[in-house]
């Protein structure tokens, strides 16, 4: 199993950029696919990016493709997400997430193993 602890998080002008970093504990973290998820205050718990094993598939929400960007370093055992050109409505509570089974999934469900999430806020 994986324990995901997320970083990274914190206050941004609009039209700037974050990168988070999730660094998973255990030996089997090239075995997972990586999800980043975020929830807003109000809101329900929404999908953002997922990343295969290897590295080589991605998925994104639509409400981010083009400016958030997920990689990972299975050789440091983290997964990342870039976020460019931030918008007020990407505040939220960002969380990492590792699943063996569902591939890149977009929905919460498929993922196992799930960090306490990093508060992004973007300012207007």
């Known amino acids: 199993q994986v324990q995901p602890v997320e970083s990274g998080g914190g206050l941004v002008q609009a039209g700037g950029s974050l990168r988070l970093s999730c660094a998973a504990s255990?030996?089997?973290?090239?075995?997972?696919?990586m999800g980043w998820f975020r929830q807003a205050p109000g809101k329900e718990r929404e999908f953002v990016a997922a990343?295969?094993?290897?590295?080589?598939?991605?998925t994104y929400a639509d409400s981010v493709k083009g400016r958030f960007t997920i990689s990972r370093d299975n050789a440091k055992n983290t997964v990342y997400l870039q976020m460019n050109s931030l918008k007020p409505e990407d505040t939220a509570v960002y969380y990492c997430?590792?699943?063996?089974?569902?591939?890149?999934?977009?929905?919460?469900?498929?993922?196992?193993?799930w960090g306490q999430g990093t508060q992004v806020t973007v300012s207007s």
């Open positions: 997430a590792a699943n063996a089974r569902h591939g890149t999934s977009r929905y919460d469900w498929a993922y196992d193993y």
């Open positions: 990343i295969s094993w290897s590295g080589g598939s991605t």
């Open positions: 255990g030996h089997t973290f090239s075995s997972y696919c």
